[in-house]
């Protein structure tokens, strides 16, 4: 069964860093589609976080960094902020079901 | 103001139809595809489909767990997109967005997103 796995959840101290992992396999990211990163702060729409695996739209944070590494990827978020507390999605298109995939989410917490 | 307004939603009994409609404004829709996703309550998002840009054919593709149920479209002379879903069930209950792609091909980021809109199935 295809799924792009997440940590439920992270935490990390104002200031500090984090990593969210996204695990995939041979039919979405290590098959070389792109991964795409959503941010979703509480009561709010989905933002687009990171494009095409390490790509920030303009106006996000160069705080927010994405990369890949066969079959996972990664998002990194560096200098935390209290107003970082959100849940964090992947997403990947998948061949195997000719269709898109969201990861299960992460809600980062910040002490 | 670059936009999009979601209308739709509402209260429909198992088996019934519902139309969504999601409406850009200070764009050119017409070069981005679409996505619908959904998240059902206190859950993780869940991709339902696309359509891609007339220049990439207009095509659509869809979650296993929708195909034959819902379909997607788009009138981009009007700017608008709409998702319509036949034959519901009460796990369709959740808040549906439209969002617009990067590109007019698929999935590439989505960038911009609607409001959502709440769509309750129940008897």
């Known amino acids: 069964q295809s799924v792009l796995t997440q940590p439920p959840s992270v935490s990390g101290a104002p200031g500090q860093g984090v990593t969210i992992s996204c695990t995939g396999s041979?039919?979405?990211?290590?098959?070389?589609?792109?991964v795409h990163w959503y941010q979703q702060l509480p009561g709010t729409v989905p933002k687009l976080l990171i494009y095409?695996?390490?790509n920030r739209p303009s106006g996000v944070p160069d705080r927010f960094s994405g990369s890949r590494s066969g079959p996972s990827a990664s998002l990194a978020i560096t200098g935390l902020q209290a107003e970082d507390e959100a849940d964090y999605y992947c997403?990947?298109?998948?061949?195997?079901?000719?269709?898109?995939?969201f990861g299960g989410g992460t809600k980062l917490t910040v002490l | 103001e670059v936009q999009l307004v979601q209308s739709g939603g509402g209260l429909a009994k198992p088996g019934r139809s519902l139309r969504l409609s999601c409406a850009a404004s200070g764009f050119i829709v017409g070069d981005h595809a679409v996505s619908w996703v959904r998240q059902a309550p206190g859950k993780g998002l869940e991709w339902i489909g696309f359509?891609?840009?007339?220049?990439?054919?207009?095509?659509?593709e869809k979650a296993a767990s929708v195909k034959g149920r819902f379909t997607i479209s788009r009138d981009d002379y009007k700017g608008i997109a709409y998702l319509h879903m036949d034959n519901l069930k009460t796990e369709d209950t959740a808040v549906y967005f439209c969002?617009?792609?990067?590109?007019?091909?698929?999935?590439?980021?989505?960038?911009?997103w609607g409001q959502g809109a709440l769509v309750t199935v129940s008897s």
């Open positions: 095409d695996t390490n």
């Open positions: 359509i891609r840009s007339k220049p990439y054919g207009g095509t659509t």
């Open positions: 041979s039919s979405n990211i290590g098959a070389g589609y792109n």
């Open positions: 997403q990947s298109y998948d061949t195997s079901l000719s269709g898109v995939l």
């Open positions: 969002a617009r792609e990067r590109t007019g091909y698929g999935t590439s980021g989505s960038d911009l």
